[in-house]
Nanobody, 127 residues
Framework: VQLQASGGGLVQAGDSLRLSCAAS????????LGWFRQAPGKEREFVAA???????????DSADSVKGRFTISRDSAKNTVYLQMNSLTPEDTAVYYC??????????????????WGQGTQVTVSS
């Protein structure tokens, strides 16, 4: 399984970015693809996830919630999942990782659920 994340960059507060995660080698059914981020000195945190088939999604529900600003989507023809990020703030600055999970008995908002990880793409938001 290979996951290739791309689309990061340096933007200003209020701007938008779209991250892409191209997946290959995923042959099991009912897997989930997720996005996590890790800021310097902080733990990796959940951002959003999507079940590949069926369209069920999940978003982080934290104090600096991305819900309402970020949207996870997929292009099945390209085996790619996207993270559209709008109204970015400096607090969104982090390395963003995509990950893939086989069916998991718990929630998909934890790193424990994921078996495969991409290399990360840097997002920097200036004020």
């Amino acid at each position: 399984v290979q996951l290739q994340a791309s689309g990061g960059g340096l933007v200003q507060a209020g701007d938008s970015l779209r991250l892409s995660c191209a997946a290959s080698g995923l042959t099991f059914n009912n897997y989930w693809l997720g996005w996590f981020r890790q800021a310097p000195g902080k733990e990796r945190e959940f951002v959003a996830a999507r079940r590949w088939s069926g369209g069920t999604t999940s978003y982080a529900d934290s104090a600096d919630s991305v819900k309402g600003r970020f949207t996870i989507s997929r292009d099945s023809a390209k085996n790619t999942v996207y993270l559209q990020m709008n109204s970015l703030t400096p607090e969104d600055t982090a390395v963003y990782y995509c990950a893939a999970s086989r069916p998991y008995s718990g929630g998909y908002d934890t790193t424990r659920a994921y078996d495969y990880w991409g290399q990360g793409t840097q997002v920097t938001v200036s004020s």
